[in-house]
């Protein structure tokens, strides 16, 4: 991804960020959202998560999972490293499998 469309992106999703998980980003400025969120994208585009659709569904994940869950826990890595999956299904998988690493965390 160009770094201008990166930055450009970050900022869209950080707009969003902000809206929907406002206790995950309280405290931080738009501008520092961002920036958190560009290697993200960048990681979740190497994935195969092209569309807005699914970098949306994929930042929402680093807001409940922590920044750099897909490359931090060994499950998420395990998902997306299935080339026999694709990629709308690795972030369909990595949803299902949050809701259970969330209830475990809650414990």
């Known amino acids: ?9 970050a900022q869209t999703l950080a707009d969003r960020l902000t809206q929907r998980h ?12 961002a920036s958190a969120l560009e290697p993200e994208i960048a990681f979740a585009h ?11 569904r994929y930042v929402d994940l680093c807001a409940t999972l922590g920044f750099g869950f897909g490359e931090r ?5 395990d998902i997306l490293s299935r080339r026999d999956l694709s990629p709308q299904t690795k972030l369909d998988r990595i949803e299902e499998t949050s809701i259970f690493v969330l209830l475990a965390r809650r414990r």
């Open 73 to 77: 826990e060994h499950w998420a890595r």
């Open 22 to 33: 406002p206790q995950a980003c309280a405290g931080c400025g738009r501008e520092a959202i």
């Open 46 to 56: 190497g994935q195969g998560f092209r569309s807005m659709q699914m970098l949306e």
């Open 1 to 9: 991804m160009a770094r201008d469309r990166l930055a450009a992106v």
